[in-house]
């Protein structure tokens, strides 16, 4: 077993602090790595404070974590020495169902998530990227271009593969007039996912300070959704909604906004449940109203290459791990533009 430091919620109450713990010995398809930066994801904060209630403690987050491949299993082929790998909410899956057949592993019912979840090699928990090394398999393992900045590119392996998977699964094209709901670390993600794709973006938002910042990451438009006049202006002219707010809000002002056959696409998971939706804003127009999750690895790759051509990565403060709690109080105060990203350089001084 391998010592390994990283901070810790130890419940649902108390700040994160160092936790030390031990990581397994790498197996034959196994990849080491020395992480060097993790994104910190507003999921995060849910799964410290039990909000989804299935807390598992001592919980060390994180899932959007890029670092160096120190060691490699002995059938590890795929991957060397020394190259600049990302791990994102995936560890393992079952590899047999249906869901993994497809390569859409975040479906699976036995997946295993990087972190707060049963780890079926050891029968404790996972833990996550707030920690100075990790091992996984091969098969869960991403390859990072030199084109990206590695810190940088620490939020795509949530934030960016939870708002591209349903862009390209609904088919988004040149053309399409798109909506992205809410500018923060998913939102931000989509308005340059969509614009990449050449759609004309419109971003909404509760905030009139957001408006400049919505145009610099992709906006052709900024609504803010409070203003009934500037809504109803947009009724039955999206081809796709995608709605990143993570607290429950009334989804028909954006379902009277979709054309015939338009899709409203919700990737934010709030703690409490969406008001039920008018039917009949669906029914007459046979608009839908579904959900994502992540991406499988597969596409997780191809969305990394698709931002390594494109030139597209998040906006981004990067934090010493020391900051973290108060990262995570600016987080639910919408202090920040639009991602924290963690240095574990900076663990050292924990030790």
Known sequence: MQKTIGYAAFDHQSPLAPFSFERRDLGPSDVHIE????GVCHSDIHQVRNEWANATYPMVPGHEIIGKVTALGSVVTEFTVGEMVGVGCLVDSCRTCHDCQDQLEQFCDNATFTYNCPDPQSGASTYGGYSNQIVVDQDFVLHISDKLDPAAAAPLLCAGITTYSPLKHWQVKAG??????????????????AKALGAYVVLFTTSTNKAEDG??????EVVLSKETDAMGRHTASFDFILDTVAAAHDLDAYTRLLKRDGTLCLVGL?????????????????RRIVGSLIGGIKETQEMLDFCAEHDISADIEIIPIQDINQAYGRMLGNDVKYRFVIDLASLKASL
């Open 35 to 38: 992480i060097l930066y993790c």
């Open 176 to 193: 399409d007039k798109v909506g992205i709901v809410g500018l923060g670390g998913l939102g931000h993600m989509g308005l340059k996912f």
């Open 215 to 220: 145009k610099r990451l992709g906006a052709d």
């Open 270 to 286: 709030p703690d409490h449940p969406h008001p039920s939706p008018a039917v009949g804003n669906l029914i007459f127009k046979r």
